[in-house]
């Protein structure tokens, strides 16, 4: 018997194997034969040969174990390079690379079609650098690849991201005279998509004698990918006077283009023919990505009728309205959503609980959080690092550092990102010497600083008010780890300075660098203005940031503010006037209070709730014993030129006091022991 080709479960005893395969396949055996008494007759190698190339078609792995055991126990495979080439082809197709790796071996002489089976099946099995060992190998057996040897080639090549050594592998298809093969020059596009290199794929695509759809798609997809939306629709114009009919893959295509692009009426029209082609009925992936689209354009509507819509919801459906309500501010219908997947029993994964915690920092939700993360442990995704800095970020936002803290002592792999969600906490609670020391012990660790980290340090630098430290890191970037500063460390930069009331060097700063100053950049000098009262920069700052922005709503009521702080009400009025003009309105602030596990909303003047009775008369009398305390509102956060009493007034109903007064009717208080 030929034991070293058997697959591991031939290595104990296959005898109930052998006894189902007449039974699985009576086409090719004489199971009737042997069912009416007649002697049991073995498989004979064209039959074999048969069986296991529609075996390989149809990835029956299951029976081909069956069928392989049967044929070493029949000694048919012995000395039959036909049979065991054969078989070889039929565990790369399923996936079994060790299986077919002890076959490959075993063949002496082996042929082109075996060479191509392997590639291909490391190329597609996540094994590209075998590949190309393979590859490379092949002439030293006096084998020369065909077209079918180079589209896995360059597929492992683009997987690899192995620039120079695709380079070379199209050069060799020239050589050869390949280059005009359609599977070849497809693979060409991909591999040249994957790098990034458009100008390349675009010659390519110009130099093809001819073209199917998947070239037209590849090249669409190419385009969205590296950042270039618009061409993707040129070239599907182009397609279509070419005679191309677009396929559900071009949609595919054209819907993350949209979604990039914000193009809410092209996206509608895709829709439209989606549905008028019926196409969308049998194909998830379609469904999906019309989810994803209407969210990302903040149409939430007809995401949800397109949700409804579909007849069997995965996950990724679930996951794309989740993530789509929470984008677009809707964090307590992304939470409501993420319960009804739990209770209809849909698998959850780290795209859900990415989004889930995302929505949970928008209302500060500890309480809930806490569930999720309960609930992130039963699932067994605890030790995720995607879902692990999700949770660091969202315990640190939501008020519990400690907690924060404990989920990154815990986490069995710390990234880059998660040792930056860390530092951003500390920073976030004011904590800046603690967030240094963090830096300082992810350095220590081995681990470099990248642009994101060096964000999350300078923001806490700025938050704690540590100057030199803060300006010491961001020239550290350039001189120390070879990083060019982007804007966001320019902005924090400004802001650790305006911060600290350097206002001046602040500017000047702004003045000296090497990139035009950005919104974000002015945005931090002027809040830094408001907060010095600086009206002479702060005007400048503003009228830099209306330049960049004129539709900025914030500016204008930082600049009013400050305006109102002084009490030059001309200007207030002026700049409420012009905000007026350009039909810019301001979104209703509200508060949200998390009680048992349940989220409350509540705006300014909120009348909404089914508790407002008994919470105004709750603030009511809140009020009227806060006055006998001797206690006297602080008026100045109202900036309006209106009498004392008024301004009062105009406090009485903030979201803020709605929201305690209905958390002290709802909870029990305790008095501390000895206290009355």
């Known amino acids: 018997m030929n034991g070293f080709l058997a697959p591991n479960f031939l290595k104990r005893p296959y005898t109930d194997h052998l006894k189902k395969l007449p039974l699985l396949l009576p086409i090719y055996t004489s199971a009737a034969a042997a069912a009416n008494g007649a002697p049991w007759q073995p498989l004979t190698s064209l039959q074999c040969g048969a069986m296991l190339q529609s075996l390989t078609n149809g990835k029956s792995f299951e029976i081909g174990q069956q069928l392989h055991g049967h044929m070493i126990s029949c000694g048919t495979l012995l000395n039959n390079a036909y049979l065991n080439t054969k078989l070889a082809a039929f565990y790369t ?195 999906n990505s019309l989810i994803d689209m209407y969210c990302s354009c903040n149409f939430m509507v007809a995401a949800r009728r397109c949700f409804k819509e579909v007849t069997r919801k995965d996950t990724v459906s679930w996951n794309s309205l989740i993530s789509g309500y929470s984008r677009n501010a809707d964090a307590l219908e992304s939470l409501r959503l993420f319960c009804q997947m739990v209770l209809e029993g849909v698998v959850t994964d780290q795209v859900t609980f990415v989004a889930v915690l995302g929505a949970c920092v928008q209302i500060t939700a500890l309480q809930f959080s806490m569930s999720v993360h309960s609930y992130i442990i039963k699932q067994g995704l605890a030790a995720n690092s995607m879902v692990g800095t999700a949770l660091i970020d969202t315990y640190s936002k939501c008020g519990d550092l400690a907690c924060s803290r404990y989920v990154f002592n815990e986490m069995p792999d710390k990234t880059l990102v998660s040792w930056s969600a860390l530092i951003a906490g500390y920073g976030l609670h004011g904590k800046g010497r603690e967030a240094l020391s963090i830096f300082h012990d992810m350095i220590a660790n081995s681990i470099t600083p990248d642009e994101g980290v060096f964000t999350s340090v300078l923001t806490a630098c700025s938050h704690a008010g540590l100057v030199g430290e803060g300006k010491e890191i961001f020239f550290s970037m350039k001189k120390k780890y070879s990083l060019q500063p982007g804007v966001a460390h320019y902005s924090c930069l400004v802001d650790l300075l305006g911060r600290a009331g350097h206002l001046d060097e602040a500017y000047e700063f702004i003045e000296a660098i090497e990139i035009k100053p950005g919104s974000d950049i002015w945005a931090a000098l002027l809040s830094a203005c408001r907060l010095y009262r600086n009206v002479e920069l702060a005007e400048l700052s503003a009228q830099r940031l209306i330049e960049i922005n004129p539709k900025g709503l914030g500016n204008y009521i930082c600049l009013s503010n400050l305006y109102a702080a002084e009490k030059r009400w001309d200007d207030v009025e002026r700049v409420r006037t012009l905000v007026r003009e350009k039909g810019l309105k301001k979104t209703p602030g509200f508060s949200f209070i998390e009680l048992d596990k349940v989220v409350h909303r509540f705006l300014v003047g909120d009348k909404s709730h089914q508790q407002i009775g008994d919470i105004y008369a709750k603030l009511k009398e809140l009020t009227q014993r806060l006055k006998e305390a001797g206690y006297k509102p602080d008026t100045s956060s109202v900036l309006y030129d209106v009498e004392e009493e008024v301004k009062e007034k105009m406090l009485w109903d903030h979201s803020e006091r709605l929201a305690i007064a209905f958390a002290l009717i709802n909870t029990e208080f305790v008095c501390p022991s000895g206290s009355t």
């Open 93 to 287: 197709s399923c996936g079994f690379m060790d299986e077919a790796q002890v076959i490959f071996d075993q063949i002496v002489l082996k042929n082109i079609f075996l060479w191509n089976s392997m590639i291909r099946g490391y190329a597609s099995n996540g094994n590209s650098k075998k590949s190309l060992v393979l590859y490379r190998e092949m002439p030293s057996f006096g084998q020369k690849p065909d077209n079918f040897t180079y589209p896995f080639v360059l597929k492992a090549c683009g997987d690899l991201s192995l620039v120079e050594i695709g380079r070379r592998v199209h050069c060799e298809v020239v050589v050869c005279g390949l280059e005009s093969d359609i599977y070849i020059g497809n693979s060409l596009l991909a591999m040249y998509s994957k790098f990034g290199k458009m100008d390349m794929m675009k010659t390519v695509f110009d130099r093809m004698p001819e073209r199917d759809v998947t070239s037209w798609n590849t090249m669409i997809l190419g385009c969205v990918k590296n950042g270039d939306p618009r061409e993707a629709f040129l070239i599907f114009e182009m397609m279509g006077k070419s005679g191309f009919v677009a396929d559900c893959t071009t949609l595919l295509g054209l819907l993350s283009a949209c979604t990039d692009l914000v193009a809410l009426k092209i996206g509608k029209a895709i829709h439209a023919y989606v549905v008028r082609n019926n196409l969308a009925r049998f194909n998830s992936f379609l469904i």
